[in-house]
């Protein structure tokens, strides 16, 4: 079993649409969680950074973790075109050694 | 802007011939990392450095070796490129070894 699980899609909707990104982990000593966005051929780009559970918002995105069911979320609202990448969740313990571990990644693609 | 920068972007080697690959960074972060990124897979981490302090991920082939001569800048040797070393290099920093990673453009390898 994976440490991160992450759906890799391909996952297409139409523009405008409500995006839903999901990932689980099984490790409870993860307490720091990342969404980043890659598009083809760049490095990933940071979107959301969050420590405890509950939601944060910035814009049109929203990242959940509900740390009690090992499962943390990424809401993209009012999709756009230009969302259209590979998001990977990624998380790190405190415990340990101390490296970021990432999902699969889920390629999606936002249809005009 | 505060950045992680990577150069070359695109780097063709030949089998065996050593590369070396560089990083910089304006954000005075503490950490660096140097990541490989196969085509449809999550960023492996290779291995980072906090500030001087080098630490090697147990599967890294020795192959790869990395130097940090301060704390701007770090480098990825890589010996001996074989055609299964072919990927995207990223880089990225942290403040912290808990904190959010930032990553560089990455440096796509070729291996002739």
């Known amino acids: 079993q994976k440490e991160v699980e992450q759906d890799p899609g391909p996952l297409s909707v139409p523009e405008g649409a409500i995006v839903s990104l999901n990932c689980t982990y099984s490790?409870?000593?993860?307490?720091?969680f990342m969404w980043y966005r890659q598009y083809s051929r760049k490095g990933p780009e940071l979107l959301m950074y969050?420590?405890?559970?509950g939601n944060k918002e910035d814009g049109r995105f929203t990242a959940q973790v509900d740390k009690s069911s090992k499962y943390i979320s990424l809401f993209i609202r009012d999709s756009q075109p230009s969302d259209s990448a590979t998001y990977l969740c990624?998380?790190?313990?405190?415990?340990?050694?101390?490296?970021?571990?990432f999902g699969q990644g889920t390629r999606l693609t936002i249809n005009p | 802007d505060a950045m992680v920068i990577q150069n070359p972007r695109y780097q063709v080697t030949q089998f065996g011939k050593p590369v070396t690959l560089s990083c910089s960074q304006t954000?005075?972060?503490?950490?660096m990392y140097w990541y490989q990124q196969k085509s449809s897979q999550a960023p492996k981490l290779l291995f980072h450095?906090?500030?001087?302090?080098?630490?090697n991920e147990a599967d890294t082939p020795d192959n790869f070796q990395s130097r940090r001569p301060n704390t701007s800048f770090c480098f990825l040797d890589i010996r001996s490129p074989g055609l299964g070393d072919a990927a995207m290099y990223l880089c990225?920093?942290?403040?912290?070894?808990?904190?959010?990673?930032?990553f560089g453009p990455g440096t796509r390898l070729t291996v002739t």
């Open positions: 990225a920093t942290s403040r912290e070894a808990v904190g959010a990673q930032y």
């Open positions: 490790n409870s000593a993860f307490q720091y």
């Open positions: 969050t420590y405890s559970s």
């Open positions: 990624a998380m790190v313990w405190v415990q340990g050694a101390q490296k970021l571990v």
């Open positions: 954000l005075n972060h503490n950490v």
């Open positions: 450095y906090y500030d001087k302090d080098f630490n």
